[in-house]
């Protein structure tokens, strides 16, 4: 399969703490993005990390990529109530334009 | 900022019924697709469009969906006639060719549609 899974499937942090997700794939990627979804609604870009990068930050946001472990993480740091969603990676491998979405993160953050 | 956008937000249709969904994606790309997610799954992809053509499409995408740019603007999803389990979000991407090397894709808000 080339499918992202990412890891935990469901977490649940006070305001404030840091949350980390993690993805990881199978095959040769060209890049992986990371997204946000609150519940029932779009997807929002966070970040696109390319398969020779190894970090990314935007605002409380950092992403790493590990291309010989085929792995990806987000890190959210002092999250906050609103950072509540679901978080997706989605990779696009090499020799075909589609992006593979995992089955996403179900982040909680509790005031 | 450019942006994808998508119509109708929300779609409900009975079954066995014809539905269009819209995109209009952002001017100057060139590169199209359609994605959907059934509530509480995952993004699936169903096809790509490049050209005037399918360029890639899962195995989704059966004979009951269509898909066409009919003018320089809009690019539509048609589902013949709709089943229970087409109910789901769908959601456009559209990509540039600034760069070979680029593969970004930028979605649309999604339509939900919901087939009764």
């Known amino acids: 399969s080339q499918q992202g899974e990412e890891d935990p499937q469901a977490l649940s942090i006070q305001e404030g703490e840091n949350a980390t997700m993690n993805c990881s794939y199978k095959t040769s990627i060209n890049n992986l993005q990371w997204y946000r979804q609150n519940s029932g609604r779009g997807l929002v870009h966070l970040i696109l990390i390319r398969s020779n990068e190894r970090e990314k930050h935007s605002g409380r946001l950092r992403v790493t990529l590990d291309t010989s472990k085929k792995s990806s993480s987000l890190l959210i740091t002092a999250s906050r109530a609103a950072d509540t969603a679901s978080y997706f990676c989605a990779t696009a491998f090499s020799g075909t334009y589609k992006y593979i979405f995992g089955t996403g993160t179900r982040l909680k953050v509790l005031a | 900022e450019p942006e994808v956008t998508q119509t109708p937000s929300h779609q409900v249709t009975q079954m066995g019924q014809e539905v269009i969904l819209r995109c209009v994606p952002i001017?100057?790309?060139?590169?199209f697709y359609w994605y959907r997610q059934i509530l509480g799954q995952k993004v699936e992809f169903l096809v790509s469009?490049?050209?005037?053509?399918?360029?890639?499409k899962s195995e989704i995408f059966d004979d009951q969906f269509s898909v066409e740019r009919p003018d320089g603007s809009n690019f539509t999803l048609k589902i013949r006639s709709t089943k229970l389990e087409d109910s789901a979000m769908y959601f456009c991407a559209s990509r540039d060719k600034v760069s070979r090397s680029s593969y970004e894709q930028y979605f649309g808000p999604g339509t939900r549609l919901t087939v009764t």
């Open positions: 001017s100057n790309h060139l590169y």
């Open positions: 469009f490049y050209n005037n053509e399918i360029s890639e």
